[in-house]
């Protein structure tokens, strides 16, 4: 092995990741050496046609592995991928998750192979989603979904965890990561909600850059660093129809107002890759579009890394798309609008159509040259050409007991309590307590999607560790001497009959003094998680009204990837807590919320509607308020969420006071210093985050009811008080005009902090 390795000796030099501003046109202007490292560039000179093409070429470990195995590979395929096809990126598991000595095995087979024996000496680029931790290791840590991360209002819990996710995914010998999602979460029925990070544009801005820079660390050849990938470049996340991979129409004012600032943000904490939405806007689909991916991707947002194609999305210009005649033209619009690199991903037909487009004229070498160069730029900057291979130090941090520690705290900080009639909660250790319902004794719903399979829905394949909700209040109520306290007939199985058994649950509820229900979505991912209304199922429904037939309290905890709606029952439920999808220790942080060891601070990332019709978001317009329940007679009710984005309740008080402006007046390059007084004026510690919003009172385009742009989170003893300061820039009252360019304009602005308002002026 050493012989093999010393031939990537590398002299250390100094380079850049950056790649210039192309001007584009039809024909490709070459690359100017400058633009890459001189390794890069001397590869780029000394490569055939067909190891380009085969670099930019991405296929699933399904075809280097054997027929009847999902770990072994298959040698003969293998040499057909990287010697015959020149493959430049493999990507995904087979299955379901690996071993740490699996993924090992795996990644030297591929590398010792593609560096001893390819012309050049080129090592693969290994792609992965370790989307909520590292989701495709068997033992991997688990982390609440970016959807709960929102809600703990703590970027730096959503960093930390980033971090563990990045050392665990190297520990295997990968270095490449399909995260974070940073398209905004505004539509609710599309099925990979939980994976964004809520309906705001200064959150999601937030957050994901936070995520980046902790897996990235401005040096990807660290061992504790993984590459980072933005996605899904633009639109993805707000389908018309609620169902994935379905079209969007967002008008260009929108588009650059909330859809660009969060991938603008992941630019700018240096993202090295780009996965491109597989779906259309506007009816131009953008892994096809030179506007998307040129004119805004690279001109204006100055995104110079690496941009991949999601799953079968080239040849789906032709199969669904509908905009080229045959596979080869989809090839040929993919890799000229902008593509770098195929996620073909289960033949290799991009890359035989895309060397005889290459030879015929149809692409240039100056676009091929172009896309290879920034593969191999982001290969050199990880490392690959030093050490292909999984690293010693790497591997020492994965499975580390501080992890789940942490895992915990992100579940603990993520789950909102919703409501708390008459402080039924916390619970007290001497009541006895019926858990009931589909997510009571169920593993995959708390995990969600991309945990250790695809769908997340095989408990088989979670480690035995792994507790459920019946599980950890049963474990703690016996060490506390409440032996028998805990009443539950649950099924692991979520859709089991059993958990519906409504004639059951009222029997049991006579043995107990209040019910614990556990209601939610099943695990899901993408496709198979589209759903056609929000409302929760019929039987979930009927479950709870059996509950709240019985007369004993009923505590609700959601474990769901988006908000279903409730509704029907709300009225009925005495507590209601989201916890989103808290990963490998959301049971565990579920019941430290509910009997009071950790007091709740989560905070909604997203408006909880209360119809499934009736989706109106936080910063909507002031005409969406509007109703005329009567001819001419009008009313402003008709923003009537069920709990509106950032509502989350605590079990102590909070109290805003003395809010204070700098100045009452700025200019277009001056700054207002913000200050407000809170108090925790109950008898308990709590977290407690404050949220600063703007209202524009008058624009020359509609201004929203108002706009987050601030947030810090704080921890007050009970009495104690803090003061909490904001700047505001003349900038963050910017917004897109008339003309489809950002600007300000003169006029008065509201500060909205809790109960609290006060007004400055923009001259």
């Known amino acids: 092995m050493n012989n093999t390795m010393s031939r990537f000796e590398l002299s250390k030099i100094a380079f850049t990741l950056a790649i210039l501003f192309f001007t584009y046109s039809c024909n490709f202007k070459s690359p100017e050496k400058s633009e890459f490292d001189d390794q890069v560039s001397s590869l780029i000179s000394n490569m055939s046609l067909e190891e380009k093409v085969g670099q930019m070429t991405q296929v699933t470990i399904d075809l280097i592995l054997k027929d009847d195995s999902n770990t072994e590979v298959d040698p003969e395929k293998l040499r057909t991928a990287i010697l015959n096809k020149k493959v430049g990126s493999i990507l995904n598991v087979k299955g379901n998750a690996y071993t740490l000595k699996e993924w090992h095995a795996i990644i030297n087979q591929i590398q010792d192979l593609a560096t001893s024996e390819t012309p050049n000496a080129i090592p693969v680029l290994y792609g992965i989603d370790a989307i909520h931790g590292a989701s495709y290791i068997q033992g991997g840590t688990l982390f609440p979904h970016n959807i709960g991360m929102a809600a703990t209002r703590n970027p730096d819990l959503a960093a930390q965890s980033a971090n563990v996710t990045a050392l665990e995914t190297r520990a295997a010998g990968i270095r490449w990561n399909f995260d974070p999602v940073v398209g905004m979460g505004r539509e609710p029925l599309w099925s990979r909600f939980e994976e964004t990070y809520g309906e705001d544009v200064y959150l999601t801005s937030s957050m994901g850059a936070s995520v980046i820079q902790a897996y990235e660390k401005n040096d990807l050849k660290k061992t504790d660093a993984i590459a980072s990938c933005m996605k899904h470049f633009i639109g993805y996340s707000v389908p018309a129809s609620g169902k994935d991979r379905t079209p969007a129409y967002i008008p260009e004012r929108q588009l650059r107002e909330i859809f660009l600032p969060p991938f603008q943000a992941a630019v700018d904490a240096g993202t090295s ?157 001497n009541k006895r307590i019926l858990i009931a319902g589909p997510g009571a004794n169920n593993i995959p719903s708390l995990h969600g999607s991309w945990s250790f399979t695809w769908q ?176 001419n007679t009008y009313g402003s009710g008709a923003y009537r969420p069920q709990w509106p984005f950032g509502h989350g309740l605590s079990y102590t008080s909070f109290a805003y006071s003395d809010l204070q402006l700098s100045t009452t007046s700025i200019k277009e390059d001056g700054e207002v210093e913000v200050s407000v007084n809170v108090a925790n004026t109950g008898e308990i510690e709590g977290h407690h985050t404050v949220e600063l919003y703007v209202s524009d009172r008058y624009a020359s385009v509609t201004p929203s009811n108002r706009k987050l742009k601030g947030f810090k989170k704080i921890a007050l003893d009970a009495g104690e008080s803090k003061v909490v300061q904001f700047k505001l820039k003349a900038s963050d009252l910017s917004f897109v005009g008339l003309d489809n360019e950002w600007r300000t304009e003169a006029g008065e602005f509201d500060i909205k902090i809790g109960n609290l308002t006060s007004t400055f002026n923009l001259q």
């Open 273 to 429: 890759t780009v996965m491109i939405n597989s779906g259309e806007v506007n009816g131009v689909p953008v892994h096809g579009s030179e506007f998307f991916l040129k004119s805004i991707l690279r001109d204006e947002l100055g995104f110079k890394g690496l941009a991949v194609s999601d799953w079968e999305d080239i040849i789906r210009l032709h199969t669904r798309h509908k905009i080229a005649a045959t596979p080869k033209e989809a090839v040929k619009i993919a890799v000229n609008a902008g593509i770098d690199m195929s996620m073909i991903p289960l033949d290799y037909s991009f890359y035989d159509y895309l060397v005889e487009l290459v030879n015929e004229g149809e692409v240039s070498m100056a676009r091929i040259d172009e896309a290879v160069g920034r593969i191999l730029q982001l290969k050199l900057d990880l490392g690959l050409f030093d050490n292909p291979l999984p690293e010693n130090e790497a591997i020492k941090n994965f499975g580390k007991e501080e992890f789940k520690d942490l895992a915990k705290q992100a579940a603990l900080e993520s789950i909102t309590l919703l409501k708390n009639e008459s402080n039924i909660l916390p619970l007290s250790g």
């Open 456 to 631: 997340g829905n095989n408990s088989n394949y979670y480690p035995e560790s792994t507790q459920t909700i019946v599980e950890v209040f049963s474990s703690y109520f016996a060490e506390e001497g409440f032996n028998g306290s805990i009443i539950s007939n649950a099924n692991p199985d979520f859709n089991h009959p059993d958990n519906y058994n409504t004639s059951k649950l009222i029997s049991d509820a006579k043995l107990a003094d209040v019910i614990v229900l556990c209601l939610g979505e099943n695990s899901y991912a993408e496709g198979p998680g589209v759903i056609d209304d929000l409302t929760l199922d019929k039987k979930q429904i009927e479950l709870a009204k059996a509950a709240a037939s019985t007369g004993k309290p009923v505590v609700v905890v959601l474990v769901q990837g988006r908000p279903r709606v409730i509704s029907s029952i709300e009225s009925e439920m005495d507590a209601i807590v989201n916890a989103y999808r808290p990963g490998s220790q959301g049971a565990s942080a579920i019941l430290d919320v509910l009997t009071g060891t950790y007091n709740p601070s989560g905070k909604l990332p997203y408006t909880y509607p209360k119809m499934t019709g009736d989706i109106v978001l936080y910063d909507h317009k002031f005409s969406e308020t509007i109703r005329e329940d009567q001819p």
